[in-house]
């Protein structure tokens, strides 16, 4: 689960065997919604005498996001619409440290199991594949 954890740069969105609750509470600065960000900084805007240094990750921005953001920002009535702007790096470091055989392993369990729970499934569309509809 490490190798995985390491090759989703710590994201766990992608590992089937942690529950969802889990999974919205752990997320990394990209899977963060930043109107979540930006309200919760205007939440706290009466509790801060000048401005807040409020950091926004977005991960490939443009001019729409960008003002849709600071338009938004302005409608709570932020004084600072945006202090730094985080983007994703052009390129990330090598992953030395991941067992690439533990990763391929993992991924091909995932896929039998899968295909496992595909077969287990009744589709309507087909029923002449079906498991259960079949026998």
Known sequence: MKNQIIADYGSIQN???????MKKLYRTVWEIKQRAILKMAADRG???????????????????????MHFYGWKLGLKTGM???RTKPAAHAIQFTVDKQALKEYSSSRQVLNEKQTNMLCSLDNK???ISCSG
């Open 83 to 85: 202090y730094y702007l």
């Open 15 to 21: 590992i089937h065997s942690i529950p969802e609750d």
């Open 128 to 130: 002449d594949a079906c």
């Open 46 to 68: 009466p509790f801060i005498d000048q401005s807040q240094s409020l950091n926004i990750h977005i991960a490939e921005p443009n001019y729409q996001k960008m003002t849709s």
